[in-house]
């Protein structure tokens, strides 16, 4: 079945270094990727996607790296500040047609000032 | 513009109760999507609304949870003999439909069963 995971739990950076959140995927069928983020009592948001016939997506202060060979991608965040602490998580659908996001269960990204 | 709305945020119940969640999607959305999220976990999937049908409830639990949405719009999560487990966050997230796969999420509800 179709399983994301997350390589570490948690992320302890400093403020104004960059950060780098991994996660692998099982099912090679996944075409779309998306990353989360999910502050404290609230619900995820939407920070960048890739679809899979793409290695690279660049959005403001964030990129996201997907290779397809090993089955993970990462997200890179530029110049991490305070207000990035929260849970990121990468989600997946299981192909085309497929509406039921899969996600991992989370990377806690703690920003030191 | 306004986002994916739901009420209660906060729901305290006695385990046996019966509950009802309701979440208002984005205007226009016409792909809705109910998660449930458990303390340290990711959303999983629960059922998935394409208009007022229910197009894949593969995800709910068992026959105590059941989800409604009558006119393509709001729609309600309806929860009978509320167990322990049950306790979580529950996750409205609505889409633009067909093509479209970014999916909007609301706040939550966080039902606690005592």
């Known amino acids: 079945g179709e399983s994301v995971g997350l390589h570490l739990p948690t992320l302890s950076v400093q403020e104004g270094d960059n950060s780098i959140i991994n996660c692998a995927y099982s099912?090679?069928?996944?075409?779309?990727f998306i990353w989360y983020k999910q502050e404290s009592g609230k619900g995820p948001q939407f920070i960048i996607d890739?679809?899979?016939?793409?290695d690279k997506r660049q959005g403001q202060r964030v990129t996201v790296l997907l290779n397809k060979t090993v089955k993970h991608l990462s997200l890179q965040i530029a110049a991490t500040q305070p207000g990035d602490s929260a849970v990121y998580f990468c989600?997946?659908?299981?192909?085309?047609?497929?509406?039921?996001?899969?996600f991992g269960k989370g990377t806690k990204l703690s920003v030191i000032p | 513009g306004a986002g994916v709305s739901q009420t209660p945020s906060n729901k305290v119940t006695e385990k046996g109760k019966y509950v009802e969640l309701r979440c208002d999607p984005i205007?226009?959305?016409?792909?809705l999507y109910w998660y449930r999220q458990s303390l340290g976990q990711g959303p999983e999937f629960l059922i998935y609304?394409?208009?007022?049908?229910?197009?894949?409830d593969s995800g709910l639990p068992n026959d105590r949870f059941f989800a409604v949405r009558p006119e393509g719009s709001v729609s309600t999560l309806k929860i009978q003999r509320t167990e322990r487990g049950d306790s979580a966050v529950y996750l409205c997230?609505?889409?633009?439909?067909?093509?479209?796969?970014?999916?909007?999420f609301g706040p939550g509800t966080r039902l606690t069963v005592t």
């Open positions: 205007s226009g959305h016409t792909a």
């Open positions: 890739i679809r899979s016939n793409m």
């Open positions: 989600a997946t659908y299981s192909g085309a047609g497929s509406y039921q996001l899969t």
């Open positions: 099912n090679s069928a996944s075409d779309y």
């Open positions: 609304f394409q208009g007022t049908g229910a197009a894949d």
């Open positions: 997230a609505s889409s633009l439909g067909g093509t479209s796969y970014e999916q909007y």
